[in-house]
């Protein structure tokens, strides 16, 4: 099984506009929470633009800042 991380999840998101259900079962259950709330706020507030998916995990962000 390959690695596969949020950072990959969206990236395949905003080339393609979908993701698979084995690419989902792939990721690990923090990744995968932060992916779901992550569409939710895009499908909400940017009106489906691929481009304004966050790239970067925002709670990985946040552990190296500390």
């Known amino acids: ?3 596969y991380k ?3 999840a969206v990236k395949q998101l905003q ?3 979908a993701i698979g259900l084995v690419d989902l079962k792939s990721l ?3 990744d995968l929470e932060e992916l779901f709330e ?7 507030y ?3 633009k691929t481009e304004k998916l966050c790239k970067e995990s925002k709670k ?3 552990k190296k800042k500390d």
């Open 6 to 8: 949020y950072a990959d």
């Open 15 to 17: 080339e393609s506009g």
């Open 28 to 30: 690990p259950h923090e």
């Open 60 to 62: 990985k962000k946040k």
């Open 1 to 3: 099984m390959s690695d």
């Open 46 to 48: 940017a009106g489906g």
């Open 38 to 44: 992550e569409i939710k706020v895009w499908c909400l």
